[in-house]
Every structure is written in C-alpha cells, then in structure tokens.
C-alpha cells in the first residue's frame, strides 16, 4: 500500500522530508464500527467544540476517545 502513495510521503517515511533525521511513522488504517465518528463529533462538541467548526480527525490519539488505549 504504501509504495502507492506519492514521492513526499516516502521521503516522509525515509527522514528525508522533515530533517532532523525524524521520520513519519508507517501508515495505519484500523476499521471502526459504524457510528465511531458521531460519537468522536458528540463528545467533541460535548466538551466545547464548534460543530460548525467540528471535522473528523484524521489522528486519534487522545486517551478519552480511544477509550484509555493511548
């Protein structure tokens, strides 16, 4: 999959990209049950989010939504 994606993303995944000699992790597509981002947009909201503002995350890492895994 990751041979697919475009020249910056694998100079990304090299340390090339960034500097520092940091690195992007690998990609990661976990698949969750239906209704997961209604429930991530509720409690966003819930705890002072705009839903006008409000977009789907593309990166979970807060330990509340993850349900205490992060």
Do not use: W
Not at 16 to 21: F, S, T
Not at 33 to 43: H, K, L, N, S, W
Not at 48 to 67: D, T, W
């Amino acid at each position: 999959m990751e041979e697919a994606l475009n020249a910056v993303y694998r100079q990304g995944r090299n340390g090339e990209a960034i500097g520092h000699g940091e690195a992007i992790r690998p990609l990661e597509i976990q698949v969750v049950r239906a209704g997961t981002f209604e429930e991530v947009m509720d409690y966003a909201i819930s705890r002072g989010a705009s839903i006008n503002q409000y977009k789907a995350p593309r990166c979970v890492s807060f330990s509340p939504i993850l349900g205490g895994a992060a």
